[in-house]
Nanobody, 124 residues
Framework: QVQLVESGGGLVQAGGSLRLSCAAS????????MGWFRQALGKEREFVAR????????YYADSVQGRFTISRDNAKNMVYLQMNSLKPEDTAVYYC?????????????????WGQGTQVTVSS
């Protein structure tokens, strides 16, 4: 089992940057691919980024490609999301999630464990 706790959210102006962190506990962290999702008010939760178990492979939603970077530190049981050039449409609650499966996926239902979320608000 994996427990996840996000931090680093806040209020930032458009064009600014934030770095989200996700602290994981549990013996299966290094055997789990990790993802970041977000959910804006009144909208469905959507995929943002994913990183493989080793950290070698990453995958991004088109809407954040080139602006966001996902990374992980297996020695520290941490996952990060560096967000640059933020836009008002990036405003959402951001969730960290763990996937113990072997197939790359962007579907919410395929992720086994979730954090409680951290709010990111980008002002125009």
């Amino acid at each position: 089992q994996v427990q996840l706790v996000e931090s680093g959210g806040g209020l930032v102006q458009a064009g600014g940057s934030l770095r989200l962190s996700c602290a994981a506990s549990g013996r299966t962290f290094s055997s789990s691919a990790m993802g970041w999702f977000r959910q804006a008010l009144g909208k469905e939760r959507e995929f943002v980024a994913r990183i493989s178990r080793s950290g070698v492979s990453t995958y991004y939603a088109d809407s954040v490609q080139g602006r966001f970077t996902i990374s992980r530190d297996n020695a520290k049981n941490m996952v990060y999301l560096q967000m640059n050039s933020l836009k008002p449409e990036d405003t959402a609650v951001y969730y960290c999630a763990a996937d113990s499966g072997l197939v790359r996926t962007t579907l919410v239902r395929d992720y086994d464990y979730w954090g409680q979320g951290t709010q990111v608000t980008v002002s125009s």
